[in-house]
C-alpha cells in the first residue's frame, strides 16, 4: 500500500509540474519485495527504491549549448556596446 501511495503522488507531482520550466517529470522505482535474506516471497508486493528524474539527454546538451551560445553572444554585444559610447 505504500508504494502504491508514492505512486501515486509521484504522479500527482507530475501533474501539478507540467506546465513549470525546467522541470522534469519523474518516476518510482520499484523493486520485489524480498525477505529472509535473497530468497524472494511470493506475495511480498514490492518497495519504493527511489524516485527518478526522467530527462532527455540530448535535449539537455542542446539546453546547454544553446546557454552557452546566448551568454556568449551577451559578452560580445556589451563589448561592442562598450566601443560605441
Not at 55 to 79: H, Q
Request: charged residues 25%; proline residues 2%; hydrophobic residues 40%.
Amino acid at each position: 500500500m505504500e508504494a502504491a501511495s508514492q505512486a501515486l503522488a509521484v504522479a500527482g507531482n507530475n501533474i501539478a509540474n507540467e506546465r513549470t520550466p525546467g522541470y522534469a517529470k519523474q518516476r518510482l522505482i520499484l523493486q520485489p519485495a524480498q525477505n529472509h535474506g535473497d530468497r524472494l516471497l511470493t506475495g511480498a508486493g514490492v518497495t519504493a527504491v527511489s524516485i527518478q528524474a526522467v530527462r532527455d539527454v540530448l535535449i539537455e546538451n542542446r539546453l546547454r549549448e544553446e546557454k552557452s551560445n546566448t551568454s556568449s553572444e551577451e559578452v560580445i554585444e556589451g563589448a561592442l556596446g562598450a566601443c560605441r559610447e
